[in-house]
């Protein structure tokens, strides 16, 4: 459910009961006993198959040195802060009457500094500069001072915490965004958020700054694409052929600590799970196949989006947000967003190892969510479209625009409005005057209308459905070819491998990319690539390389690649569909463009 946050309260318990440590103390016995009896499996052993696991002791497959070592951390930080107010207090005893405020503020204005100093030193040195090591333990031990600060005077010194420390904690990945250091960060951010639990919004306030802040910044998930890895047609041979991927690890990290606290918002703070909503509405994008992508389409990317996108999911489904427009958006905004990452090239996979197999089980889990999405979309589509209407809403039906909502605002839809259509769908929102009807025929006009928009609805998310679970399970096959070649037909070792769910998944989502190749007839390959060029002319021209089945799929695209050649001019991979040998041979009219 939230491993970490309980890990991070089953700390603090120990660290506040540990003084009654000497006597006999049964729940510091209990927690104690719980840490060692239930401690999960460390990242080593994570990989291993369960037969090996079952001969190595328990502390070498176990994280419980992990769970000591933080546990330590804080007792040692909580004390090198208690001393540094101590001393601090000591310095104002000679005629200050501020009861000491001046020399925290010196010591708060210090150890601030000290972050941005320590974070400065590491951007400067190589990663093969052997004084990294030591500028990295100075930033370590400049967020850790931060951080027993805040709960010192929280706790202590019973003051108001001053608003720069924690927005000094909450933006510390902003200042240095490595995987290593995010592991710190997070490990303080549990301390903080199980020591003060009344400030956690205002925590949350300044880390959704900070993140919003490496999107605009264009760090990790959200960097753009690199096109230099290397040409095969090099002329020496000192160039290198190597993959470049996006530094995603701190992202991925971050994410999975966004997952726990969403878990546990659900059941305690609707404030944050509006707070969570308008973070995942401002990071995903609902345009499809934009030239200047907001995030990285590198395969070493997958996992980290397709988390993202299981925490909006996880919002999604179920009781936890009311029925309303923002609803709606927060859905398209997730099939947009994972579309958009087929709007590439197909890419191999360059992680390998436990990295590969995390990437894998996170695509499974986003899969077995959009398949299930089936049943929500019918249920909660009604009251989404009951706030999209309203009681004044336009009077004719918006097919067009409901039908891609996701596709290229700045395009005309496929179906083109007449000259004046928008003045015409303005005027239309005005309420009838009396004289023009009864309200018994604008009650049945209203419910044709929602009915027709509903269906509307229905009908584009099925499609887009479709496209996600179709494109989705071919990335999973790839992936895990890649992860154990040599053990797809051995069903146990892929168990082993993966978990008892995850194999479960892998076998449906198998199920439907044989039935995708099999039983797809030539009419809806047609029709799906219509629809794909409604939401985007970018993901159209790839769906041919994800979903290389059709011969059918492949004629369309190269008919609506002909057909709007200039929708697509900017995509080298569209020249194969538009030129062919036999346009070439019979001087085709599209020629001239």
């Known amino acids: 459910w939230a491993p970490d946050t309980m890990k991070s309260h089953m700390k603090e ?15 510091l016995a209990l927690a104690t006993e719980c840490v060692l009896s239930f401690a999960s499996l460390n990242s080593i052993s994570d990989s291993l198959p369960v037969t090996y696991l079952a001969t190595r002791p328990s502390c070498v497959k176990n994280d419980t040195s992990r769970f000591f ?31 000491g405020k001046a020399a925290r503020e010196k010591l708060m204005d210090k150890l601030i500094k000290n972050v941005d100093t320590a974070a400065a030193e590491v951007k400067a040195l190589a990663e093969t500069d052997m004084k990294l090591i030591k500028a990295l333990e100075k930033f370590h031990d400049a967020i850790w001072k931060i951080t027993g600060l805040i709960v010192a005077l929280e706790s202590d010194k019973g003051v108001v915490v001053p608003r720069k420390l924690w927005f000094t904690i909450a933006s510390a990945p902003v200042k240095l965004f490595r995987g290593d250091v995010m592991t710190d960060i997070v490990e303080c951010w549990h301390w903080l958020l199980s020591a003060c639990p009344q400030h956690e919004l205002v925590f949350l306030q300044e880390m959704v700054t900070a993140w919003h802040y490496t999107r605009s910044a264009k760090l990790g998930l959200f960097a753009s694409d ?11 041979e000192d160039m290198s052929l190597k993959p470049c991927p996006p530094v995603t690890e701190p992202h991925d ?24 909503c ?19 389409r590198h395969v070493s990317a997958a996992g980290t989006r397709f988390r993202l996108l299981n925490c909006g999911m996880s919002l999604l489904q179920g009781d936890v947000l009311p029925k309303s427009l923002a609803k709606h958006v927060l859905r398209q905004r997730i099939y947009s967003c994972s579309l958009d990452f087929f709007c590439a090239d197909k ?5 390998s190892g436990p990295s590969l197999k995390d990437d894998v089980q996170v695509l499974l889990k986003f899969w077995s969510m959009m398949l299930s999405d089936k049943k929500y979309i019918k249920t909660q589509i009604v009251g989404d479209m009951e706030s999209i209407v309203g009681d004044a809403g336009p009077v004719h039906p918006f097919p067009a625009d409901v039908r891609s909502v996701s596709s290229e605002f700045a395009r005309t839809p496929t179906g083109s409005h007449p000259p004046g259509g928008l003045a015409n769908t303005w005027t239309n929102v005005v309420p009838l005057g009396p004289s023009t009807g009864t309200l018994n025929k604008r009650s049945v006009s209203r419910n044709q209308r929602f009915a027709n ?37 051995n069903r146990e070792a892929i168990m ?15 199920k439907w990319r044989d039935d995708v190749r099999t039983r797809t007839q030539e009419k809806q390959w047609r029709e799906y690539a219509r629809h794909a060029w409604d939401i985007s002319p970018t993901l159209a021209v790839f769906l041919p390389s994800w979903l290389n089945c059709s011969q059918a799929l492949v004629n369309e695209v190269s008919r609506l690649v002909r057909s709007s050649p200039t929708k697509v001019c900017n995509i080298p991979q569209a020249l194969d569909y538009f030129l062919s040998e036999d346009m070439l041979e019979k001087d085709s009219p599209e020629l001239p463009h």
């Open 13 to 27: 318990y120990i660290n506040n009961k540990g003084m009654e440590g000497s006597t006999t103390h049964s729940g």
């Open 69 to 99: 070592s933080s546990l330590s951390q804080r007792k040692e930080y909580a004390g090198k802060v208690s001393g540094m107010l101590d001393l601090a207090d000591d310095d104002d005893d000679d005629g200050d009457s501020d009861g």
């Open 226 to 236: 690199s096109t230099e890895q290397g040409d095969p047609l090099a002329p020496t």
């Open 253 to 276: 990290i971050w994410i999975k600590f966004l997952h726990e606290r969403i878990e546990v918002a659900k059941y305690c703070s609707q404030d944050q799970i509006e707070m969570y």
């Open 278 to 296: 308008d973070l995942l509405q401002r990071t995903l994008e609902i345009q499809v196949g934009q030239p200047v992508a907001a995030m990285s």
């Open 347 to 351: 890419m191999y996979p360059v992680r």
């Open 453 to 489: 928009n509903h269906d509307n609805l229905v009908k584009d998310y099925s499609r887009k459905r479709w496209l996600i679970l179709s494109l989705l399970s071919v990335e999973v096959d790839m992936a895990m070819i890649w992860l154990s070649p040599l053990e797809l037909d």
């Open 496 to 510: 082993l491998q993966v978990g008892k769910e995850a194999a479960k998944q892998m076998d449906d989502a198998g």
